[in-house]
């Protein structure tokens, strides 16, 4: 482990602790921060919550899982950055569900500076793929940050193009497994030379299941996403609706209409995509630096203390809710109670193991 002072170390392994936890995910983790200021009195308060919302609590990660994970960063030359930390970037922090940590290797100043995200086929052709990585190369040389996720195809070119300008690489396993294989020498290349991150603690394998969560960061982290081949239904396009929902540009490539891999850009240009030609085409659009680059100390936490929420007002906000997801400013249009009193409740309920969070803001009973 590092030689961090004990008190630094020991809010590290509490943070990490909260967030290995289940039940306990990026919304819930960040109004627990909000809430008691700290992980370890957040951890010490969950039995009373979770009993408040009519449950046990969760089992909280011990402190040797959170112990291991940081000395097995130090081993690997990697470090965990933390939400509340100054050097998150800034970008990604305005997400709702952005990642309470996320492990990195690299230069972190990359993400501070104009960010384009750029993706596509796998399977893409070499004219894609020649376009991608000229566009990197362009992008870089008007100081933009290159993010891409590291998979074969145009997410590999865009790297090429960028490595030497600024590239950041966002994986969907642990920061020590290289995905696709072939590409391990590239996201070596990527850590030494750019950045690289991963949400998932080391060792983990990328399943399917972490690959939207890997795309929500790689749109979270730029002003706006490139893609440039997309066939139908393909995590490309995944990126590209996340993004959108950011209210981030969509940018994408056209191709031919013969080509099965073009019809996912071409589907995107007919719903109000920008059609990209050239990297001026992208930076007309993303400049002026939008102003959430520069985000203010502490203005993620630390916030009021939250009301006292009465059983009257637990029940009201319960009664609401239901199998069927529904959108959390409906709950607090409907019940007529403040927000932080809402939240509060729903808070409760997700700890004891009675709410499940949903894409959108939107929760149901479970």
Do not use: W
């Amino acid at each position: 482990m590092r030689d961090d002072p004990p008190r630094t170390v020991a809010a590290a392994v509490a943070r990490l602790r909260l967030i290995r936890t289940p039940q306990i995910g990026p919304v819930t983790y960040r109004q627990l921060i909000e809430r008691f200021g700290d992980a370890a009195t957040a951890i010490d308060a969950l039995p009373e919550l979770a009993a408040r919302g009519g449950g046990k609590a969760p089992v909280v990660a011990p402190p040797a899982i959170a112990e291991r994970e940081l000395a097995t960063a130090a081993k690997l030359g990697a470090r965990h950055v933390f939400i509340d930390d100054a050097d998150y970037p800034a970008l990604l922090a305005e997400l709702d569900d952005a990642p309470p940590a996320m492990m990195v290797r690299g230069d972190i100043g990359l993400a501070q500076r104009p960010t384009i995200a750029m993706v596509g086929a796998r399977n893409a052709s070499a004219a894609a793929c020649r376009f991608a990585r000229q566009l990197a190369v362009e992008l870089g040389r008007e100081g933009v940050t290159v993010v891409s996720g590291l998979a074969r195809g145009v997410d590999t070119a865009a790297h090429v193009g960028s490595i030497d300008s600024g590239t950041i690489g966002v994986i969907a396993g642990g920061i020590d497994i290289a995905y696709p294989p072939e590409n391990a020498a590239l996201q070596e290349a990527v850590a030494t030379r750019g950045l690289l991150i991963a949400e998932q603690p080391p060792g983990t394998e990328p399943r399917a299941r972490h690959f939207p969560y890997r795309n929500r960061i790689i749109a979270g982290l730029a002003q706006g996403t490139v893609v440039v081949e997309a066939a139908p239904k393909s995590g490309s396009l995944i990126t590209a609706r996340l993004a959108g929902e950011m209210g981030r540009e969509v940018m994408a490539v056209p191709g031919s209409p013969l080509d099965p891999r073009a019809q996912g850009c071409n589907g995107l240009i007919r719903e109000g995509a920008t059609l990209i030609q050239s990297a001026a085409d992208i930076l007309e659009l993303v400049r002026p630096i939008d102003p959430r680059m520069v985000r203010a100390p502490g203005s993620r936490f630390g916030g009021p203390p939250p009301e006292d929420v009465t059983d009257t007002q637990r029940l009201e906000v319960s009664g609401l809710l239901g199998p069927v997801p529904v959108a959390i400013d409906e709950l607090i249009r409907q019940s007529g109670l403040a927000s932080m009193i809402v939240q509060t409740v729903l808070l409760e309920l997700e700890l004891a193991g009675r709410l499940e969070r949903h894409a959108g803001g939107r929760v149901s009973l479970i």
